[in-house]
């Protein structure tokens, strides 16, 4: 148990619904193994709750939240300042108190980005192929974008979506072009990707039979493309299962997840946050609800 203190400073998540948020479990480790007087909490917050909320946190002198659904665009109305990755992203997930108030980022693009700067790749001649035009597939656009892709290709299943995503891109303070297109153009593309990452929830714990490529699809994939999946339950998932018996390089979303949060935590602690232990708290947590 956290020692709580007179001095005790708050940290915490908003969102509706909250309780399958994985964020206390890996800040309140890091926080544990940084000695420090904080403590980081789950708030559920309703939509028509918000503006008294965060009023409510600045009162009791909070010291900075995340965000989740349904309220990362929402609270933009809220913030003072807010990040170009985030205005680009069009969603904020980590806000904290300044003299003028809060100001707002997105650390998922930081999170993203992370397991692949390990790679030694010359992004420069990387076609990335992006599956599915949501909220986190935003986030990896710019991701691929800071990284330096030669081009950055959406595939989504909507076609007046897909438009829409693409034109949103032009109210971006980051100068991003995005290829859009269909379902059907998917065996072509995949053909050509350097990296394929999926944004979908296809695959995702109970559905782990499925994949947003099959495997017909897949053997047309280069042997030495990534192939990136933001899903971590299961571990690994179909569709990693496919691209790696291609000879490709998987990696799956929990060190997005963990860097998301590192990238966060630092940001509010000023200092490094313990990534490892994040990432073994979230494993030993992952391990017991499965
Ligand atoms: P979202 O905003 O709802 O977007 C989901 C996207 O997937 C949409 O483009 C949607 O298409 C598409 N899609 C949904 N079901 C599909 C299906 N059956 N076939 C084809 N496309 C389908 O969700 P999100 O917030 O972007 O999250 C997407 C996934 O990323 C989730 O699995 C989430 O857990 C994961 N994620 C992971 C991290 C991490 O840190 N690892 C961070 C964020 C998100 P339509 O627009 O046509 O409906």
Known sequence: MPKITGKTKLLGVIGDPIEHSLSPVMHNAAIAKLNLDYIYLPFPIKAQDLQNAIAGFAAIGLQGFSITIPHKQAIIPFLSEISDIAQSVGAVNTVWRTETGWSGTNTDVAGFIAPLKAYNWDWSQTTAVILGNGGASRAVVVGCYQLGCKSIHIVGRSWEKLQQFQESWLNSPLPITTNIH??????????????????????????????????????????????????????????????TKQGATGIDGLEMLVQQGAAALEIWLQQTPPADIMRQSLQEYLKGES
């Open 182 to 243: 269909p379902d059907s153009e998917l065996p072509e593309l995949i053909s050509q990707a350097d990296l394929l990452v999926n944004t979908t929830p296809v695959g995702m714990y109970p559905h782990i039979a499925e994949s947003p490529v099959n495997l017909d699809i897949m053997t047309r994939l280069k042997e030495t493309a990534i192939v990136y999946d933001l899903i971590y339950t299961p571990k690994p998932t179909q569709f990693l299962k496919y691209a």
